[in-house]
């Protein structure tokens, strides 16, 4: 497995400010992915970060609104621009591992955003 | 495309009781299937998997057995205890092509003493 570490881990914001969270992996990683969890909600698919190459948003997402960063295989960032109190969720951010283990994805511990 | 279907929560049930949370889903191929848990404040954690037909995924105390003519992946536990209270999450991911994980809705399991 993974170990895989979140900053910061919780924030209260107030609108129209923004947010930048880290994620970083303990070994190196090739596939990593940023998710949303809405209140009571499951997870939401926010986009796919590659070393290297520009992050793959999905459908609802924009790069505007939540840029990536993934400077090397150990480290991300996630910003959530212009914050409003929609976007108080959790964002994880996780990895997929491969080989002995195969494709597995393994998550960090979560970044509690509460946005006023 | 790729779906999974959860039972519906909250469950709520006594220590030492038997637990099954339903998992069934949609998906071209041979998914890999599997089970994270989510404790109150926590990420998510792998609980258990399974990547082909008639595997059995186990890890304290759960097990789920990957079904395809069923296409479930049910999640049984024999006897329950207080600290299983959590979210759980049925997930599927693509053998081939993307790999993005689709998520279930999430079962809220209380359990009371």
């Known amino acids: 497995s993974a170990v895989i570490s979140q900053k910061p881990s919780r924030d209260i914001c107030q609108r129209g400010t923004s947010l930048t969270i880290q994620c970083q992996v303990d070994?190196?990683?090739?596939?990593m992915f940023w998710y949303r969890q809405q209140p009571g909600q499951s997870l939401t698919l926010i986009a796919t970060a590659n070393q290297g190459s520009e992050a793959t948003y999905e459908s609802g997402f924009v790069i505007d609104k939540f840029p990536i960063s993934r400077p090397n295989l150990t480290f991300s960032t996630l910003t959530v621009s212009n914050m409003s109190p929609e976007d108080s969720s959790i964002y994880l951010c996780s990895v997929e591992l491969y080989g002995i283990q195969e494709e597995t994805q393994y998550f960090g511990p979560g970044t509690r955003l509460l946005v006023l | 495309g790729n779906s999974v279907t959860q039972m519906e929560g909250p469950v709520t049930l006594s220590e030492e009781a038997f637990l099954t949370i339903n998992c069934t889903y949609t998906?071209?191929?041979?998914?890999?299937l599997f089970w994270y848990v989510q404790y109150p404040g926590e990420g998510l954690q792998l609980l258990l998997k399974a990547t082909k037909a008639d595997d059995k995924g186990s890890n304290k105390g759960f097990e789920a057995t990957y079904r395809k003519e069923t296409t479930s992946f049910h999640l049984e536990k024999g006897s329950v205890q207080v600290s299983d209270s959590a979210v759980y999450f049925c997930a599927l991911r693509p053998n081939f092509g993307n790999e993005k994980l689709t998520f279930g809705t999430g079962t809220r399991l209380t359990i009371i003493p």
């Open positions: 998906a071209t191929g041979y998914p890999s």
């Open positions: 070994s190196q990683v090739t596939m």
